[in-house]
Antibody, heavy 118, light 110 residues
Framework: QVQLVESGGGVVQRGGSLRLSCAASGFTFSRYGMHWVRQAPGKGLEWVAFIQNDGSKKYYGDSVKGRFTISRDNSKNTMYLQMNSLRAEDTAVYYC???????????WGQGTMVTVSS | QSALTQPPSASGSPGQSVAISCTGTSSDIGGYNYVSWYQQHPGKAPKLMISEVYKRPSGVPDRFSGSKSGNTASLTVSGLQTEDEADYYCSSYAGSNNVVFGGGTKLTVL
């Protein structure tokens, strides 16, 4: 079945780095754009980044621009989020999602928790 | 980009209908027909309920419907059921390759 599985979350010190992965299965990964969306504890959803199906275009939310980098390897059916210069406010569950309809997430992973400690 | 505005809570009795509003601006909701609604149960990942203002993905009950007027979108849940109790989030394309979410509405089925 269609599935997205995130990994790579954990506890990191402020100013540190972390790389998240999102493994896709059950669909032709290379045909779809993908998003990262996060949710701070007890808070709402926040869009983080988007990458086009072929990786040629990448877009970021203002709060992560210049610090986070989205990428993908279609040969491995995997998307990544490299997070640098992490701040306390980056603490959240990070979800990877599939973009089937324009700017809409139709499939969500289970999420991976990132905690930035000070 | 500012978040879209949703009421923090909404409620209804089983069998009733309830509407949840999502207010933005002409730069997001009013400017594009890319409004989506997501349902999130506690501890779970969000689930897409409505895309492109009013389109229901396969498997979503027809009790869920979406609409838009000007800068405000709405999600209506008809024939409320206990399993509809959850948090609901709206989102919209906001131009310049950005997406904005609402703050979320906690729906309680009394």
């Amino acid at each position: 079945q269609v599935q997205l599985v995130e990994s790579g979350g954990g506890v990191v010190q402020r100013g540190g780095s972390l790389r998240l992965s999102c493994a896709a299965s059950g669909f032709t990964f290379s045909r779809y754009g993908m998003h990262w969306v996060r949710q701070a504890p007890g808070k709402g959803l926040e869009w983080v980044a988007f990458i086009q199906n072929d990786g040629s275009k990448k877009y970021y939310g203002d709060s992560v621009k210049g610090r986070f980098t989205i990428s993908r390897d279609n040969s491995k059916n995997t998307m990544y989020l490299q997070m640098n210069s992490l701040r306390a406010e980056d603490t959240a569950v990070y979800y990877c999602t599939r973009d089937k309809f324009p700017w809409t997430s139709d499939i969500w992973g289970q999420g991976t928790m990132v905690t930035v400690s000070s | 980009q500012s978040a879209l505005t949703q009421p923090p809570s909404a409620s209804g009795s089983p069998g009733q209908s309830v509407a949840i509003s999502c207010t933005g601006t002409s730069s997001d909701i009013g400017g594009y027909n890319y409004v989506s609604w997501y349902q999130q149960h506690p501890g779970k990942a969000p689930k897409l309920m409505i895309s492109e203002v009013y389109k229901r993905p396969s498997g979503v009950p027809d009790r869920f419907s979406g609409s838009k007027s000007g800068n405000t979108a709405s999600l209506t849940v008809s024939g409320l059921q206990t399993e509809d109790e959850a948090d609901y989030y709206c989102s919209s394309y906001a131009g310049s390759n950005n997406v904005v979410f609402g703050g979320g509405t906690k729906l309680t089925v009394l």
